[in-house]
């Protein structure tokens, strides 16, 4: 059986597909992050992890993700947002002996972006997409 912690954080930011000023649109994303400490006796200290996550997302939030400078060569959608956080939340949590498994990122309830090494765990929001079908 696996077990986990998931943690969610929201930032508002602009983007545009084609870095055209005029198709600029806002977006509250959301990001999950599935975590696992390496051992079960030792507890996570969720206020440290979660000033390190909000220090990270800092410069995300209330910006124009097209201007900043790893967004320069590859479109702000979030396929790429959820591969790039993932990479360096994972390096950011390995400080605090946290293990991230897999990121999800949604732009809105039904645009859900999951990144993972190596399970694949259930999509949050299924029961809010099998309601509008």
């Known amino acids: 059986m ?7 954080y929201r930032f508002n930011a602009t983007h545009s597909f084609d870095y055209v000023k005029e198709h600029e649109h806002q977006h509250t994303f ?12 030792t507890p996570i200290l969720f206020t440290e992890i979660d ?18 400078p790893q967004f320069a060569e590859q479109v702000p959608n979030i396929e ?3 591969d790039f956080f993932f990479g360096d939340i994972r390096k950011l949590l390995k400080e605090y002996d946290i293990k991230l498994h897999q990121l999800d990122i949604c732009e809105n309830p039904l645009c859900i972006y999951q990144v993972s090494d190596r399970i694949h765990l259930a999509n949050p929001h299924k029961n809010d997409l099998e309601k509008l079908m």
């Open 30 to 41: 959301t990001l999950t992050l599935y975590l696992t400490e390496p051992n079960p006796d």
């Open 80 to 82: 790429n947002l959820g």
């Open 51 to 68: 000033k390190a996550i909000n220090a990270y997302l800092k410069p995300y939030r209330h910006c124009i993700l097209n201007e900043l």
């Open 2 to 8: 696996q077990k986990y912690y998931k943690c969610q």
